[in-house]
């Protein structure tokens, strides 16, 4: 419950103004503060106007100042009753090389939820909804990936297959190009790059984008290269966690595949359900049944 009140923030995030998250920070940053100070007290601490305090509050869906204020207090007094139990998670993780394998588990876990935190931030719902909706009309849909970004890649196809939608990937680049200059207006090119410069992600993107295809981009970094050529960027943070070649990448792209899945789920449930309840017969047959199981 403690963490309710920064999710929504979190989640309204990416639809601010620049002016109204620099509040918002602040807001983050400094959550335990802001019982004790007014609006005005707010505004100055973090050097925007009243005005774009009261927008930031708003495009979070609150009434007023005074009721964000109460529910920050509130969500606060829950989170210290929850922390008051045994265990208390951390939050941060730095690899010392003193760490005792069993400490692990807690510490990645932690890690995960600090990627997911600022993935929320990063991440527009308007362009969010924009993305379901031209998945929705798309005739064909491409994946592109290379290395780490192929699980999620293949993660993807996966669910979109199960939707029923019509879509395709290959691990080769060379195909994924030939792929994607086969593309016309009505398909959509999906391109996942956690660092963005990948350049066979980048080149099939492009071309796609030049056959008259819309394109999606799933990267790290929003000013990378490939959002050159992306209609619609979902972006899972701004900065590299961990040192080394994106170590945890795939954390946050395997979310946003899910928040995609669950997206498409609920934009047109009844028809989604038909499809999976047909896709899950078919993959039913597949497994062994339990009585089997025991027999072996």
Do not use: W
């Not at 080769?172 to 956690?194: E, K, P, T, W």
């Not at 669950?262 to 597949?286: E, F, H, I, P, T």
Request: aromatic content about 8%; proline content about 2%.
């Amino acid at each position: 419950m403690g963490k309710e009140i920064r999710l929504k923030i979190e989640a309204g995030y990416g639809d601010l103004r620049p002016s109204e998250k620099k509040a918002a920070d602040y807001v983050l940053e400094h959550l335990e503060e802001l019982r004790a100070l007014t609006l005005d007290q707010l505004a100055r601490r973090a050097g925007v106007s009243q005005p774009t305090v009261m927008r930031m509050i708003k495009a979070l869906g609150f009434g007023g100042y005074k009721e964000f204020r109460y529910e920050v207090v509130e969500k606060l007094a829950q989170k210290r009753e929850d922390e008051a139990g045994p265990f208390k998670a951390m939050y941060g993780y730095a690899l010392t090389g003193e760490e005792k394998p069993e400490e692990i588990p807690a510490k990645i876990v932690a890690t995960a939820g600090n990627m997911a935190g600022e993935m929320l931030k990063n991440i527009s719902p308007s362009v969010f909804r924009q993305v379901i909706d031209t998945l929705n009309r798309a005739r064909k849909i491409d994946i592109y990936s290379v290395e780490n970004s192929d699980v999620t890649a293949l993660d993807l196809l996966a669910k979109l297959l199960y939707l029923g939608l019509d879509c395709r990937y290959f691990s080769d680049s060379y195909f994924q190009n030939i792929c994607a200059g086969n593309l016309s207006a009505g398909d959509v090119a999906v391109g996942i790059s956690y660092s963005g410069n990948s350049r066979d992600t980048v080149d099939a993107v492009k071309a796609a984008r030049k056959a008259g295809a819309s394109t999606i981009v799933i990267t790290n970094f929003r000013d990378s290269l490939i959002t050159r050529y992306a209609d619609l960027v979902l972006c899972t943070s701004q900065d590299q966690v961990f040192y080394g070649d994106a170590i945890f990448s795939r954390t946050t792209q395997i979310m946003i595949v899910d928040m995609i899945y669950m997206g498409l789920l609920a934009s047109d449930y009844d028809r989604y359900v038909k499809v999976l309840n047909r896709n899950s017969r078919v993959a039913g047959g597949r497994a062994y049944a339990v009585h089997d199981q025991r027999e072996g």
